[in-house]
């Protein structure tokens, strides 16, 4: 079994809390793997002020524009 992930450590990228957008530096991240599911990726990291910040594969974004867009989204 191959398992990709999108991100890497030390990647910087985007997740949201409350609708504000927050840039977030990957630290770690865990793999979860159950018979006949996709895997789950949860990766840990940490905001510019030092909050630790987690968030699975799919609520993570390369950059501010893609999740301003998702935020857009989710609020309507």
């Not at 927050?22 to 002020?49: N, Q, W």
């Amino acid at each position: 079994m191959t398992i990709e992930t999108k991100y890497n450590i030390g990647d910087e990228v985007w997740g949201e809390t409350l609708g504000v957008p927050k840039m977030i530096k990957i630290h770690c991240f865990t793999i979860e793997v159950k018979k006949d599911k996709a895997p789950s990726i949860l990766y840990v990291g940490m905001d510019k002020r030092g909050n630790l910040y987690r968030a699975y594969e799919q609520m993570l974004y390369p950059d501010i524009v893609e999740c301003l867009d998702a935020i857009k989204h989710i609020q309507r």
